[in-house]
């Protein structure tokens, strides 16, 4: 059974540019959820999706957005990139709507650097 | 708002001790907790989880954790580590209310380094 996917792997952009992160969930699986790893700040949530609908989201600014298709299928893209927002980003698949159910399933992540 | 406390940023242990990472949360609800583990250059894998019943449960690789609900403590232990186990290891907790309370997303703490010595 395939893991969780993400593309690409690794990004590198400049100051000011855009970027769209794109995962693909485990088959079967309807949530998606989307991390951003730091060495300073760990492991913070960004937003979750569940079905095409956002149902969470983290304290993350606006230039952090996210969709999920009807595919199950997500991206998240960052606007107006800031050096800060050179991360490791991850994105999590679980097959149903709650934790105490279900397992949350982690990709290898996108690695961003930001120059 | 939920928040969990590692309070070991990093630990070294020589192969055969006993290993014990201490997580706590702040979050006045119910919870379902975790585990999960970072091996280098891995994917985050789940080493287990406490969702009701007992207590202490147990995980993959001979890892258990007991909740102690009047703590607000999720600790992580195992008796006898191995080489292999070096990796980062993060508790992260999940309000249990249904989507009011936080759906499928996970609070994690800042994690904890371990290293394992020959």
């Known amino acids: 059974k395939a893991g969780v996917t993400q593309t690409p792997r690794y990004l590198i952009k400049t100051r000011g540019q855009q970027v769209t992160l794109s995962c693909s969930p485990i088959?079967?699986?309807?949530?998606v959820s989307w991390y951003q790893q730091t060495p300073g700040q760990g492991l913070q949530f960004l937003f979750e999706?569940?079905?095409?609908?956002?149902?969470n989201k983290g304290n993350f600014p606006g230039r952090f957005s996210g969709r999920q298709f009807s595919n199950s299928r997500s991206e998240m893209n960052v606007s107006t990139l800031e050096l800060g927002d050179s991360a490791l980003y991850l994105c999590?698949?679980?097959?149903?709507?709650?934790?105490?159910?279900?397992?949350?399933?982690f990709g290898p992540g996108t690695r961003l650097t930001v120059l | 708002a939920q928040s969990v406390s590692q309070h070991n940023h990093h630990v070294i242990l020589s192969e055969a001790a006993s290993l014990e990472l201490g997580c706590n949360y702040s979050?006045?609800?119910?919870?379902?907790l975790f585990w999960y583990v970072q091996y280098p250059g891995q994917h985050l894998q789940l080493l287990l989880k406490?969702?009701?019943?007992?207590?202490l449960v147990k995980g993959i690789k001979g890892f258990e954790a007991e909740f102690i609900k009047s703590k607000f403590s999720f600790n992580l232990r195992k008796p006898s580590v191995q080489w292999s186990d070096t990796a980062e290891y993060f508790c992260?907790?999940?309000?249990?209310?249904?989507?009011?309370?936080?759906?499928?997303?996970?609070?994690f703490g800042t994690g904890t380094q371990l290293k394992v010595e020959l």
């Open positions: 999590a698949s679980t097959r149903g709507e709650f934790l105490s159910t279900d397992t949350q399933y």
């Open positions: 088959s079967g699986h309807r949530s």
């Open positions: 999706y569940f079905s095409e609908t956002q149902r």
């Open positions: 979050y006045g609800g119910t919870v379902n």
């Open positions: 406490y969702f009701s019943g007992d207590p």
């Open positions: 992260a907790v999940n309000a249990s209310e249904g989507l009011t309370g936080g759906g499928n997303k996970l609070t």
